[in-house]
């Protein structure tokens, strides 16, 4: 009898710390989880102000322009549709006009998002996927692969995300 | 010449692993001693040819081969030689095949120094590791072969990727493999007591120093990893809940809980199955992680070769291996006999309670990490989770871990004392609770749990060290008692309050990032800005030339009080060869906290922006994980972790928890 109690106790303890974890992470999902959309999406959804999400596609040439102290504004596009998008702090050093970009920020108005991380990758043959998956649907896309050459385990991106840290 | 033997001594290899992956297991199962004793000039042999493999490698990278695919696209001729080694693994062919050298390593060591194991379990482990060894062979010889030649030789390599070009790319990457590459070894343990059908605390015996081993370098190689990226990254961030390091955490913590259970096992005999279960979890895990990381599924801050062909040869090996070892698993864990009985409130009861949050916060990492992909496949919406997600989920089930983490190794084995233990952690919870309650005070509207966690840290630091002073002086003795019992103690019980003391550490690290100060701006040189307690001055940015890169350093002063402390230097590097350009951070320790600069765009006006921090305490958060690192060290140190040496180190008489000696004979006497 004891060794069943005992297993009992350890079976339910465990069933208690999986259902908390279970809530919590269910809790966490509904709540912490940022959408993906490309400007096209992006325009049609039409988020409302103060959503949380990441916007990829094309940084437009001459959009990027300087608007204050580190402060800078560019425009995401898929060539047919635009998201204006006003970041402050470093520009990730790959950053350029004409390619991927990833932002994540809050919507600020119909085709205005604030971005707090800016993401490029920094070689020039990769393109984040879902950039490169968003611009293949709408028939964007020439390139042959968007595989990577390089490869390495460690810490190998530029990338800029004031609010992490 | 030496490329193509090389190439030829990979393909033996394979060959070998093939033979190891046979004979030994076939020798065990119809305990047949010709047969098993196969295994130890196998995979010797295996080791051997795998090593040469990657050496013929290095050396093409050194010479700077450029007749090489895999050196054309990774080596400069300007590139200083300890680049061009690094360049070896800082490429996926290569990587991989750093992957299986440590694999053969683990295999070659066992092999070595395990003469003390029964030679059943040997040669069926060592089978197990031949399995694991030829998949991945075949997988370098088919789809990702470093020896490829090119038809057209260029005169010039096209360099290795300048942010790799980094000492942590010569450290990093050696030390994760180490990691977690080598649980595979306690998975060939795991899959090979399953086989024969032994499993008992000599089984964790024998598997405890490879499980340590294996934790130690992971634990290293996941610090290393940090702070690399948080050097070279530039936002100052040094974890960034990213796939690829959530992929390198699951092993890490299902490693953690393994290292835990073992001991129980180990000592009581008890909670094999489970043991068993997170032994082929915790390799499991390793695998899903080079997946994730190979196949390139998943969108990283890190960068990584992605081919979804490789990447469907991984999933074929991952499904296999996962598959195959579960199948065993269920077949034979049920003829397991149960173990040794313990009272909840216990040594096993509070490892049980480790065991028990580890592998829950172990999955909420799994599930963040893979629910973007499942969602995707399922319904075709693209999300991302980030770190609020896992800050929410890991956090609170983090909590009363770490709560008891100083609770744990006072208490008995098989029935503590709960309100003996208490009464021994009054001091360290109280002072804990007061360096809490103080800060609170002091940073009145400041974060709120950064002094809890700070309380916490202190907590679990004092809580390790009451520990060890307790067993050293567990009644007032005089010094030379004291001095007498402090060489009898067991070095796995320094190694434990080391660890959970360098726990602690990086917890109040950790904690302090809540104090940090961040600034961003265009800086203009000579006028100075204000960051926390001190004041940063560009004095001046000016053009130099590196080896194989041009930069602008833009010198500054640190001062305090207007007086300077400290100078930096951050840079922005531009690499000729790929025309990129890299931010160098500058960074300077003061204290235990870190003053940091990264650059960003030179403007018109002679002004440049920057972006700025002071971080209290931060570099605690790898000081930690050294301290950590150094308490599994120290345990492997002890004699009576050293295989077949089954002689158990002497133990002062009336320490506080009495470990019950083996209760088997161990097989290796």
Known sequence: MRRKSRRLLLISSALAVAGFAAGLTLFALRDSVVFFYGPTEFAEKAPAPGTRLRIGGLVARGSLAHVGDATVEFAVTDNSRDVRVRYTGLLPDLFREGQGVVAEGVVSGPDRFIADSVLAKHDETYMPREVADALKQRGEWQRESASASVASPGPAAVAAAPTLR | ?669
């Open chain 2, 1 to 669: 010449m030496i490329v193509e033997t090389g190439h030829f001594a990979l393909v033996l290899a394979l060959a070998l692993a093939l033979v190891q992956s046979v004979l030994p297991l076939w020798g065990s199962v119809r305990r047949d001693p010709t047969l098993m004793g196969t295994a130890v000039p196998v995979s010797l042999g295996q080791l051997a040819l795998v090593a040469y493999a990657f050496a013929c490698l290095a050396e093409a990278h050194v010479a700077a081969d450029f007749s090489l695919r895999n050196v054309v696209e990774n080596t400069h001729s300007t590139q200083p030689l300890v680049y061009k080694i690094a360049g070896v693994w800082g490429n996926h062919e290569g990587s991989m095949l750093l992957w299986v050298l440590i694999l053969a390593l683990f295999g070659g060591l066992v092999a070595l120094f395990g003469p003390g194991i029964p030679i059943v379990l040997r040669a069926a482990t060592l089978g197990v590791q031949g399995w694991i060894a030829s998949a991945f062979l075949l997988f370098i010889l088919l789809t990702s072969d470093p020896f490829a030649r090119v038809v057209d030789p260029p005169m010039e390599g096209q360099d290795l990727n300048p942010i790799l070009q980094d000492i942590g790319l010569a450290i990093h990457p050696p030390l994760l493999y180490l990691g977690y590459v080598g649980f595979s070894i306690v998975f060939s343990f795991a899959a090979a007591a399953l086989i024969t059908g032994r499993v008992d605390a000599g089984w964790a015996r024998f598997v405890r120093p490879w499980a340590l081993l294996a934790w130690t370098f992971l634990t290293l190689g996941i610090a290393m990893g940090s702070y690399w990226a948080y050097y070279t990254l530039g936002w100052g961030g040094f974890w960034f809940w990213d796939p690829v390091e959530n992929a390198s955490l699951m092993p890490w913590l299902a490693g953690t809980a393994l290292l835990h259970c073992t001991s129980v096992m180990e000592k009581r005999e008890a909670l094999k199955v489970w043991t068993i279960f997170l032994a082929i979890v915790t390799f499991s895990l390793s695998l899903l992680g080079t997946f994730l990381v190979r196949s390139g599924v998943l969108t990283s801050v890190h960068s990584f070769a992605s081919d979804p062909t490789r990447g469907t040869f991984i999933l074929l090996i991952l499904a296999v291996f996962i598959g195959g070892s579960f199948a065993l698993y269920a077949w034979r864990a049920p003829m397991l006999r149960a173990g040794g009985l313990f009272a909840p409130v216990s040594r096993e009861g509070a490892l049980v309670w480790n065991n028990l949050f580890l592998s829950a916060a172990c999955a909420t990492v799994l599930v963040g990490t893979l629910y973007p992909l499942a969602l995707e496949a399922l319904t075709g919406q693209k999300i991302s989770v980030g770190a609020p997600f896992f800050n929410l989920t890991f956090g609170p089930l983090l909590v009363p871990l770490l709560l008891v983490v100083p609770v744990g190794p006072s208490l008995a084995w098989k029935r503590g004392d709960l309100l003996g233990a208490a009464q021994r952690l009054t001091a360290a919870a109280g002072i804990g609770l007061l360096v809490a309650v103080v800060l609170l005070a002091v940073t009145r509207g400041g974060p709120v749990l950064a002094p809890l966690g700070a309380g916490l840290a202190v907590y679990i630091v004092l809580g390790a060290a009451t520990d060890v002073a307790l067993r050293l002086r567990p009644r007032p003795m005089p010094v030379r008692a004291v001095l007498e019992r402090a060489r009898g103690l067991p070095r796995s019980a320094y190694g434990t309050a080391l660890a959970h003391a360098g726990l602690g550490v990086t917890l109040l690290g950790l904690a302090a990032t809540g104090w940090g100060v961040e600034r961003i701006a265009a800086v203009t040189p000579g006028q100075p800005v204000e960051l926390g307690p001190y004041d940063l001055v560009v004095t001046g940015l000016q053009p130099r030339i590196g080896p194989n890169y041009a930069e602008t350093v833009a010198e500054t002063e640190v001062r305090r009080g207007g007086r300077v402390v400290a100078r930096i230097a951050p840079a922005k590097r531009v690499f000729a060869a790929r025309r990129q350009t890299v931010a160098e951070a500058g960074i300077v320790t003061l204290g235990l906290g870190q003053v940091y600069v990264s650059l960003g765009d030179q403007h018109a006006d002679g002004t440049i922006d920057a972006r700025m921090f002071w971080k209290p305490l931060v570099s605690l958060i790898w000081c930690g994980a050294l301290v950590m690192a150094l308490g599994g060290l120290l345990s492997l140190s002890d004699r009576r972790l050293r295989i077949g040496l089954a002689v158990r180190g002497s133990r002062p008489a009336g320490s506080p928890p009495p470990a019950r000696p083996p209760v088997l004979p161990s097989p290796a006497e």
